[in-house]
């Protein structure tokens, strides 16, 4: 089992263009089955516990495939596109 503050504490990373997403600021849970919805995030540098003001990201808990020690990895948006980097 995790803990809810053990989450707070990991950077969020998507996994389909590597782009580091932020930090979670709030959670949104079913009371009723005891399960996380989703994650509120507010970018990189938005630290803080369960913090109020501005738009967030929404991520979804089924986007997510992997919570390490350190990061969360999910599964959000469209992939890196090379061809804008002229590769």
């Known amino acids: 089992m995790i803990r809810v503050s053990d989450i707070m504490d990991k950077e969020v990373i998507n996994v389909k263009n590597g782009k580091r997403l932020g930090y979670i600021t709030d959670i949104d849970m079913d009371v009723n089955e005891g399960k996380i919805v989703s994650f509120t995030l507010l970018g990189d540098g938005g630290r803080g516990i369960f913090s109020r003001g501005g738009e967030g990201e929404i991520i979804f808990w089924n986007d997510i495939l992997k919570i390490g020690c350190d990061t ?9 596109n090379l061809d804008e980097f002229n590769i």
Request: charged residues 10%.
């Open 72 to 80: 969360i990895i999910v599964n959000i948006g469209s992939e890196l």
